[in-house]
T-cell receptor
Framework: AQKITQTQPGMFVQEKEAVTLDCTYD???????LFWYKQPSSGEMIFLIY??????QNATEGRYSLNFQKARKSANLVISASQLGDSAMYFC?????????????FGTGTRLTIIP | DTGVSQDPRHKITKRGQNVTFRCDPI?????LYWYRQTLGQGPEFLTY????????KSRLLSDRFSAERPKGSFSTLEIQRTEQGDSAMYLC???????????????FGPGTRLTVT
């Protein structure tokens, strides 16, 4: 079974500051993938970034980077230079990488509010 | 690429009624997923299809729930004899696996919000 834990229900961050959203995971799968999704108040889930468990380097996508620490089973999302439009719910998720283990397991999310 | 679409966007129904939701995935995606999201929670997996084959169903999917993807394109999710506990956002997602030139990313639709009164 896979489990995602997000311990920060809400965060308030000043605009233009960097922010780190925490995510820890648990799985018995030897190979897996970790995702971050953003969910604005409109409801759609927007993919941000993906990290494979065997990727040598931490994933980056524009202002988003994933701080992957395999030994600690953590996959924190770092947003640099936060913007007002970053205010949303953020979900960490994982899946196995073998056929037949396709489903995403999500955490409970962190509500991020950017303060002008 | 028109994205994943879902219909209706909102549905209000009375307890005991049947409801059906539709999901149209991105056209070349062969995998389609259904999730349910209740207030304050992350999405929970319900079921998924590869082409027309339903490959996995969650224990959350009681006998009142049925999903189909008859031609490997759009999918429907039906809930029979709705209960107030069925009130949630129902999300559909699609993907094309890396072996087919895609990625592990699942692309989500806007969701159908169900309210059972």
């Amino acid at each position: 079974a896979q489990k995602i834990t997000q311990t920060q229900p809400g965060m308030f961050v000043q605009e233009k500051e960097a922010v780190t959203l925490d995510c820890t995971y648990d799985t018995s799968d030897p190979s897996y993938g970790l995702f971050w999704y953003k969910q604005p108040s409109s409801g759609e889930m927007i993919f941000l970034i993906y990290q494979g468990s065997y990727d040598q380097q931490n994933a980056t996508e524009g202002r988003y980077s994933l701080n992957f620490q395999k030994a600690r089973k953590s996959a924190n999302l770092v947003i640099s230079a936060s913007q007002l439009g970053d205010s949303a719910m953020y979900f960490c998720a994982m899946r196995g990488e073998f056929f037949g283990n396709e489903k995403l397991t999500f955490g409970t999310g962190t509500r991020l509010t950017i303060i002008p | 690429d028109t994205g994943v679409s879902q219909d209706p966007r909102h549905k209000i129904t009375k307890r005991g009624q049947n409801v059906t939701f539709r999901c149209d995935p991105i056209s070349e995606h062969n995998r389609l997923y259904w999730y349910r999201q209740t207030l304050g929670q992350g999405p929970e997996f319900l079921t998924y299809f590869q082409n027309e084959a339903q490959l996995e169903k969650s224990r959350l999917l009681s006998d009142r729930f049925s999903a189909e993807r008859p031609k490997g394109s759009f999918s429907t999710l039906e809930i029979q004899r709705t209960e107030q506990g069925d009130s949630a956002m129902y999300l559909c997602a699609s993907s094309l696996p890396p072996s087919r030139g895609g990625s592990y990313e699942q692309y989500f639709g806007p969701g159908t919000r169900l309210t059972v009164t």
